[in-house]
């Protein structure tokens, strides 16, 4: 299972940006993705993550400013990211709960993408 990452880039604070995440290989459906980022010697931690029923939940820091989405159909996650802050900024990671054709769980990672919030 590959996850692979697009978006990001530099953007000036108050600006918007937009990230996508896709999910291909063999396995029989994908439960939760999600968002997680990591700032230079921070750790890594949850931005947001969506259910397949469509639940989504927040990291408080980022509530009512940016929005997971995602397409079922093309194994796809988003995020929405607006009101953009300095301290928004950060490598992304895409993250997948599959589950395996064997029946197993298991979580993969995308490669990250970077958002630099100039301010």
């Known amino acids: 299972v590959q996850l692979q990452a697009s978006g990001g880039g530099l953007v000036q604070a108050g600006g918007s940006l937009g990230l996508s995440c896709a999910a291909s290989g063999s396995f029989s459906r994908i439960n939760t993705m999600s968002w997680y980022r990591q700032a230079p010697g921070k750790q890594r931690d949850l931005v947001a993550a969506?259910?397949?029923?469509?639940?989504?939940n927040y990291e408080d820091s980022v509530k009512g400013r940016f929005t997971i989405s995602r397409d079922l159909a093309k194994n796809t996650v988003y995020l929405q990211m607006s009101s953009l802050k300095p301290d928004d900024t950060a490598t992304y990671y895409c993250?997948?709960?599959?589950?395996?054709?064997?029946?197993?769980?298991?979580?993969?990672w995308g490669q990250g993408t970077q958002v630099t919030v100039s301010s």
């Open positions: 969506v259910l397949s029923g469509g639940f989504s």
């Open positions: 993250s997948a709960n599959v589950v395996l054709p064997t029946g197993a769980f298991q979580n993969f």
